[in-house]
């Protein structure tokens, strides 16, 4: 016997979930609020590229966006469906040596310790602009609580 078949909307790529973010950002955020996006995992880097970004102070583990309104806040994009931070863990170079991989879990709590105010995780644009309201961030359309 065999499963009935059912239709599942396809699940966006977290890069198309960024777009989408960054373009609501670009319309909707107020003055003096502002926003940059950290888009480390954006591209794939070439081995002598990771190692020349992270020679220039490049970090592993920061959110995805960055909003700064009397404060900084973080949000952290996530394909619909998962949610996990990723855990700090160690790996081998190629002669052996053993190599720590910061992960976000750490590197978050870091951050908040280190005056961050909150860093939250959105699946959607929907879920970004709810975070961004409960933060109380200025944006067009939106009554400021």
């Given at each position: 016997m065999t499963a009935p078949f059912r239709l599942r909307p396809p699940v966006p790529l977290e890069r198309d979930i960024h777009e989408a973010c960054a373009r609501a950002l670009d319309a909707l955020l107020l003055p003096p609020a502002l926003w940059f996006a950290y888009p480390a995992g954006a591209s794939q880097l070439s081995p002598q590229q990771q190692a020349r970004h992270s020679r220039v102070g490049l970090k592993r583990g920061l959110p995805d966006i960055f909003v700064l309104h009397g404060g900084v806040y973080g949000i952290e994009?996530?394909?619909?469906?998962?949610?996990?931070?990723?855990?700090?863990?160690?790996?081998?170079?190629?002669?052996?040596?053993?190599?720590?991989?910061?992960?976000?879990?750490?590197?978050?709590?870091?951050?908040?310790?280190?005056?961050?105010?909150?860093?939250?995780?959105?699946?959607?644009?929907?879920?970004?602009?709810?975070?961004?309201?409960?933060?109380?961030?200025?944006?067009?359309?939106?009554?400021?609580a």
């Open positions: 994009l996530k394909r619909p469906g998962t949610g996990r931070l990723s855990k700090t863990r160690i790996v081998r170079t190629r002669r052996g040596s053993p190599y720590v991989l910061v992960g976000q879990a750490e590197m978050f709590q870091r951050l908040v310790n280190a005056g961050v105010r909150e860093i939250a995780i959105a699946h959607s644009v929907t879920e970004m602009l709810g975070h961004l309201e409960r933060w109380g961030v200025p944006l067009r359309g939106m009554v400021a």
